[in-house]
Each structure stands twice: as structure tokens, then as C-alpha cells.
């Protein structure tokens, strides 16, 4: 009988073992230097009404698996803002390195 469950995407983890789940940390560490320019970034784009958080989220959750573990928190956001101004025409990809 084959396995009709959706296979989950790469940013739901919870409950899968291989990727040894621990309880949430309360006291986080704030954004460095380089976080809180991505954060202004995204700010930014949500105030000129290019990006949506939702839109930064689809674009995080559609990193491919051994991308997504190979970048740091706020990479992924740039990665996500980087391909959704790419999507839109915002940016062209022939500029990107």
C-alpha cells in the first residue's frame, strides 16, 4: 500500500528525530550586525509594499534541504528577499554574484 502522507517541507521538523528536535530557547541572542541589516532590509520592502512576510516565508520554505541547513538564520532571509525581487523583476539575476 503506498504512503498517500504529504512529504514534509524542509523548515517542518517537528517530531522527526534525524534532526534532533530540542525545546525552544527563550533567551535568544540578539540580531548581529549583519541580521539587523537583513531585518531593515525586509522592512523596507514591506514598507514600499514589495514583500509580504508571508512571501519571505515561501521563499524560506522552498530553500533546498543541504542550502537551507548551510545557511545561518538571516542568510535565509536574504536568500528568500534575494529570489522574491528576482521573482518580481525588482532585480535582475544577471547582477547577483
Same mark, same amino acid.
Given at each position: 500500500?503506498?504512503?498517500?502522507?504529504?512529504?514534509?517541507?524542509?523548515?517542518?521538523?517537528?517530531?522527526?528525530?534525524?534532526?534532533?528536535?530540542?525545546?525552544?530557547?527563550?533567551? !535568544? *541572542?540578539?540580531?548581529? /550586525?549583519? =541580521?539587523?541589516?537583513?531585518?531593515? &532590509? #525586509?522592512?523596507?520592502? %514591506?514598507?514600499?509594499?514589495?514583500?509580504?512576510?508571508?512571501?519571505?516565508?515561501?521563499?524560506?520554505?522552498?530553500?533546498? !534541504? *543541504?542550502?537551507?541547513? /548551510?545557511? =545561518?538564520?538571516?542568510?535565509?532571509? &536574504? #536568500?528568500?528577499?534575494? %529570489?522574491?525581487?528576482?521573482?518580481?523583476?525588482?532585480?535582475?539575476?544577471?547582477?547577483?554574484?
Amino acid at each position: 500500500m503506498p504512503d498517500d502522507r504529504p512529504i514534509p517541507a524542509i523548515h517542518d521538523m517537528g517530531g522527526i528525530a534525524r534532526f534532533h528536535c530540542t525545546p525552544v530557547e527563550h533567551d !535568544e *541572542a540578539p540580531p548581529d /550586525a549583519f =541580521g539587523k541589516k537583513v531585518d531593515a &532590509l #525586509r522592512q523596507l520592502l %514591506a514598507q514600499k509594499k514589495l514583500m509580504t512576510v508571508d512571501e519571505l516565508r515561501r521563499g524560506i520554505e522552498s530553500i533546498p !534541504e *543541504a542550502e537551507y541547513f /548551510a545557511l =545561518g538564520y538571516y542568510e535565509r532571509w &536574504l #536568500r528568500s528577499i534575494t %529570489a522574491l525581487m528576482v521573482e518580481k523583476g525588482i532585480v535582475e539575476k544577471d547582477i547577483l554574484p
